[in-house]
């Protein structure tokens, strides 16, 4: 019967790949407990198992005399052999429900050992099981992740890493991102809600990592680190933006992860069940950086007021497409760059523009010292300054040059006009 025992064991170490030494100590452990509470021992007890032959021995400890340290407890103590006739048939009635504890717990060590270095990084797994509360995702054979998805309302300690409208099959292939892994041995105060059941992997689809790397896996440029995600913002299964840059000048990061017709897009898109994956140029600059995160709206120009605070400016038929369905587009653009966007059109922003002062753009002395060149210095009613580059010895350019010589003319705003 011992030799069976040891065989089964042997035989479910390997299939739960655990080492043997290791679950014959904790069997050793548990037992003891065990026979210390049946055999009411007082000071506990001693199970030693044997390795060839799996035959139980158990041992009544008794406190030697002399050991007692400073603060009164034993140190030493003598070992008595108790061992019981009936010890197979104890030890397999009371180590059932240990070994499957001993088993569950060494997977899950191992599973936390392997993946809690994995933490961020993507998996593909197929859909085992969903209920109301979160989905079962089987990564490989005998691994398991959780992709919660509680009602935040019932449940707050819990998450949701579904995005809205989303739902899973059986069997169904899906990408996400390893978030977090439950560490076993940890000794929280309250426990997740049926952690003890529950895979220990937490895998998202709403997280913006899952984003960053649905683009590595897609573009090779950003594998290899010559293009770089700057930022991302993301408001899952509706809209996201990404702010790209390039460490060669000669590559267009924004074309790098359109890809051609935009197919790598399209890619990552199809991935995130039809979110709306923006792709924008990251600018150091953070006024060009505000445009180009507004887009697709065109933006005139960009104020800064104070550090962190901006006022971007938009044609009168923009300001619609710059704020976006209740504010997802301005909102995201501010996510995205790290700042406070007030979005104004042109009509609204005239009064404030005109009792501003017109900043004067020195342009690069290409001359020498012969002549410094600088922008015409008309500005519009509607407080937007000429972009043309002044004539030498002149204020403005060739089609203002006339306010020199007038004063007070009428002048039109287009540029192309010889009026």
């Known amino acids: 019967m011992a030799s069976q025992m040891m065989e089964a064991l042997m035989a479910l170490c390997q ?79 009371h180590a059932k429900a240990e070994i499957n504890a001993i088993v569950r717990n060494a997977a899950r060590e191992q599973i936390y050992e392997e993946f809690s270095q994995r933490v961020g990084d993507i998996i593909t797994g197929t859909v085992l099981q969903s209920t109301p509360d979160f989905t079962i995702v089987k990564i490989r054979e005998g691994v398991e992740a959780e992709l919660p998805h509680f009602d935040r309302k019932r449940h707050p300690e819990e998450r949701n890493e579904r995005p809205a409208g989303e739902r899973y099959s059986h069997n169904q292939r899906i990408k996400a991102v390893i978030i ?16 003890h059941s529950r895979p220990s992997i937490v895998i998202s689809r709403t997280h913006p990592e899952l984003i960053r790397r649905l683009f590595e896996l897609e573009v090779p440029e950003i594998y290899d680190g010559v293009v770089e995600i700057r930022s991302i913002a993301r408001e899952p299964g509706v809209r996201s ?59 005139n120009r960009v104020i800064t007021l104070e550090e962190g605070f901006v006022t971007a400016i938009v044609p009168d038929d923009q300001l619609s497409l710059a704020i976006g369905k209740e504010g997802q587009n301005a909102r995201l653009a501010a996510r995205l760059t790290g700042m406070h966007i007030d979005i104004k059109n042109e009509s609204l922003a005239a009064g404030v523009l005109s009792q501003m002062p017109v900043p ?52 039109s705003d287009d540029p192309d006009s010889l009026i």
């Not at 994956?277 to 600018?283: I, N």
Request: aromatic content about 4%.
């Open 15 to 93: 299939e739960k790949h655990i080492d043997e030494l290791y679950l014959l100590d904790r069997l050793e452990q548990s037992l003891a407990a065990s026979y210390a509470t049946l055999m009411h021992l007082d000071w506990g007890a001693k199970v030693t198992i044997d390795r060839m032959t799996g035959k139980i021995y158990v041992y009544k400890l008794v406190p030697k005399d002399d050991s007692m340290d400073e603060e009164g407890n034993y140190t030493e103590f003598d070992e008595i052999d108790v061992t019981p006739k009936d010890t197979s048939r104890i030890a397999a009635q």
């Open 360 to 411: 004067v753009e020195e342009a690069e002395d290409l001359l020498g010292d012969e002549e410094e060149g600088h922008r015409c210095e008309y500005v519009g009613p509607s407080g937007i300054q000429c972009r043309n580059m002044a004539r030498p010895g002149s204020r403005f350019c060739g089609v203002h040059e006339k306010l020199d010589l007038v004063d007070g003319a009428e002048v």
């Open 241 to 299: 933006k990404v702010a790209v840059s390039s460490l060669d000048d000669r590559l267009d990061p924004v074309g790098a992860c359109v890809g051609p017709k935009g197919s790598r897009v399209r890619t990552v898109v199809s991935e995130l069940r039809g979110e709306r994956v923006d792709v924008v140029l990251w600018d150091d600059d953070p006024c060009k950086c505000v445009a180009n995160a507004l887009s697709p709206a065109r933006v």
């Open 180 to 195: 977090d892994v439950r560490d076993p041995n940890a000794q929280i105060a309250q426990p997740v809600r049926g952690e």
